[in-house]
């Protein structure tokens, strides 16, 4: 560790894999409670273990994108963060809004918390991801900008390179989108509206950026390649991906009151938008071809590989498969949008930062790499959870084949519950799949505290 402020980067990981752990323990709840419908119930009905599971997932992967930047950002400016200290304030009040967030959410009805943090003031509370308190969304807001202070104070005044720059856009834009959470019109369709302008610009526009700044910045790393070659490829894939996400926002538009010409729009764009998840493997492993070096990190190559093709099969492939109109006619609502969602977010944005993960932890452990049996149980906990999400998305890609076809597009549509009943299977094998991804999660820890032999010590690692 070249810098002692990338040290901090430890505490966000940590917390990061513990909401990870919660997110897919409600996960595999609410998998069970597809099939097994009173599980739980009343104490943890399926509308709320819903709402903590998509709100852990956002919580603990803005964590990992704190920790990473905090980790890289020093290294790549050559000077250290500039005010460690408020990243270590600012962890603890983001860590305790989102636990009692979470803990509202689990132990107070949602409308008796609505009113004691009293949203009626500013309304915007209710809508899907973003339940939040308007409390909570305010504290959201302050982290956020004291994390974009600080790390762009220390790239600004430090040496800028295209990986923290195209970082510090991402970041912005994250930051910048959110704040139309705080925006909630009377009309239903200026509502949904506008609220895509968070979710859609976040996951399908910023957070690429934030994505392929992290695996440029790993790849350099592991590889040894000139980075001139690296920004570059880096360039081109922002330039599509903010091309495309952008006004690809339109197939969310389709189908809400908007005007037709969002029909073309959405379609035209959102057909571009596997490009440059194309490009980014591609780009990924003809960097690791090229590579000047074999790292001693086998266990961060692995996962800088696997998000490049995870990402296009998730929100390339799977994106692609339903995003057209005349598709997303019959597709909109189903099972094959939560088939997408779940290899998307996994392929993109929780695989790069365990990527980031993989390759800094052992670094501020003081250590090249994790010892060999340590790696090697990484890249088990890899397989299992790659492969497992393959499962989940094959499943629930066949239970909304048969529920388009059953619910929507057969002469004699069946009613939505009749249809249930008959995909059940697949809801089945997808809770079979969720226990081994959990499984691959729990040894994945288990793997940072294996001992075994050492592949070198901190002082071996190329500069």
Known sequence: MKYESQGIAKMYFIAAIGLFVGQILFGVTMGLQYVWGDFLFPAIPFNVARMVHTNLLIVWLLFGFMGS???????????????????????WIFLVAGALTILGYLLVPYATLAEMTMNNLLPTMGREFLEQPTITKIGIVIVALAFLFNIGMTILTGKKTVITLVLLTGLAGLAVFFLFSFYVPDNLVLDKYFWWFVVHLWVEGVWELILASFLAYVLIKVTGVDREVIEKWLYIIIAMALISGLVGTGHHFFWIGTP???QWLGSIFSALEPIPFFMMTLFAFNVVNKRRRDHANKAAVLWALGTAVMAFLGAGVWGFLHTLAPV???THGTQITAAHGHMAFYGAYVMVVLTMISYSMPIMRGQKAANVKAQALEMWSFWLMTVSMVFITLFLTG?????????????APLPFMVVQDKIAIFYWL???????????????IYSFFAKGKEVGNIEAIAS
Do not use: C, H, T
């Open 399 to 411: 239970a909304g084949i048969l529920q388009v076809y059953l619910q929507r597009y057969s002469e």
């Open 430 to 444: 997808r809770e079979l799949a969720g226990l081994v991804f959990l499984i691959g999660l729990l040894l994945y």
């Open 328 to 330: 997303n006619y019959y």
């Open 260 to 262: 037709d010409y969002w």
């Open 69 to 91: 930047a905090y980790f890289l950002v020093p290294e790549e400016s050559e000077r250290e963060l500039y005010a460690p200290w408020l990243a270590k304030i600012m962890f």
